[in-house]
């Protein structure tokens, strides 16, 4: 785990960044592993300041893999049954979240790949998932899932471009 947060670090070059990572990274190996310490209840309430600070508000519980980038770390939401592959690059304004399924009741919450880059206020809501080395344009609105190596843009995300993986 410190490989991962020291890989982070580096990717990361905002001090906000930074401390949110090592916090978010600290509270989530505490919560999955059942350890509810002194040093986890340190870092939720760090993760609840800069909620409060930043409007960064991601849940320990939200699946994310290695590699995540933070460019702009304000304003960021995601739903904590979301799932987020690795190396992805989120800037500011970026909303994940759930969607209550109408026949069902459940809550269904995105699932993302890996390589993706979501811009400034990108919304990705309910069931969709995004496909491997994907980018999302500013101000896109994800309703339906995108393929893999693709560029999506609008309102909603419709595919423009298949690019070749990166």
Same mark, same amino acid.
């Given at each position: 785990?410190?490989? *991962?947060?020291?890989?982070?670090?580096? *990717?990361?070059?905002?001090?906000?960044?930074?401390?949110?990572?090592?916090?978010?990274?600290?509270?989530?190996?505490?919560?999955?592993?059942?350890?509810? #310490?002194?040093?986890?209840?340190?870092?939720?309430?760090?993760?609840?300041?800069?909620?409060f600070i930043c409007g960064i508000d991601i849940?320990?519980?939200?699946?994310?893999?290695?590699?995540?980038?933070?460019?702009?770390? !304000?304003?960021?939401?995601?739903?904590?049954?979301?799932?987020?592959?690795?190396?992805i690059m989120l800037k500011h304004n970026v909303?994940?979240?759930?969607?209550?399924?109408?026949?069902?009741? !459940?809550?269904?919450?995105?699932?993302?790949? #890996?390589? /993706?880059?979501?811009?400034?206020? /990108?919304?990705?809501?309910?069931?969709v998932s995004i496909g491997d080395n994907s980018?999302?344009?500013?101000?896109?609105?994800?309703?339906?899932?995108?393929?893999? #190596?693709?560029?999506?843009?609008?309102?909603?995300?419709?595919?423009?471009? !298949?690019?070749?993986?990166?």
């Open positions: 785990m410190l490989e *991962l947060i020291k890989k982070e670090l580096i *990717l990361n070059s905002s001090l906000t960044s930074k401390f949110f990572i090592v916090n978010f990274r600290l509270a989530s190996f505490f919560y999955r592993g059942g350890i509810i #310490n002194k040093l986890f209840i340190i870092n939720v309430i760090v993760l609840k300041l800069l909620k849940s320990p519980k939200t699946k994310i893999g290695s590699g995540l980038i933070l460019f702009h770390p !304000q304003n960021i939401v995601i739903n904590a049954n979301s799932v987020l592959g690795d190396n909303t994940i979240g759930n969607k209550v399924d109408p026949i069902t009741g !459940q809550h269904i919450s995105p699932v993302i790949g #890996n390589n /993706v880059e979501l811009s400034p206020g /990108v919304i990705v809501l309910g069931n980018v999302i344009g500013a101000g896109a609105i994800v309703t339906k899932n995108i393929p893999e #190596n693709s560029i999506a843009v609008g309102n909603p995300a419709k595919v423009i471009k !298949q690019v070749d993986e990166r």
